[in-house]
């Protein structure tokens, strides 16, 4: 998820991206310790865009 995407989500529903982004990182790193994914840079991908949720949803609650 780009940058521009996120900035233009809403409170609410930046935060169920997130969780949902947490979950599904969780479930790539198990099933890669599991065995080997096809596609490792997916869990790069998923790290950052849960940072930059994570960077976005904070940097709105210090703006209020």
């Known amino acids: 998820m780009k940058q521009s995407e996120i900035k233009q989500l809403s409170l609410a529903e930046l935060q169920e991206k997130l969780v949902e982004s947490k979950k599904g990182y969780a479930d790539?790193?198990?099933a890669?310790?599991?065995s080997p994914l096809e596609n490792p840079i997916q869990l790069r991908s998923l790290r950052r865009t849960v940072a930059r949720l994570a960077t976005e949803i904070t940097n709105r609650e210090f703006q209020q």
Do not use: Q, R, V
């Open 28 to 30: 790539l790193k198990l």
């Open 32 to 34: 890669h310790g599991i």
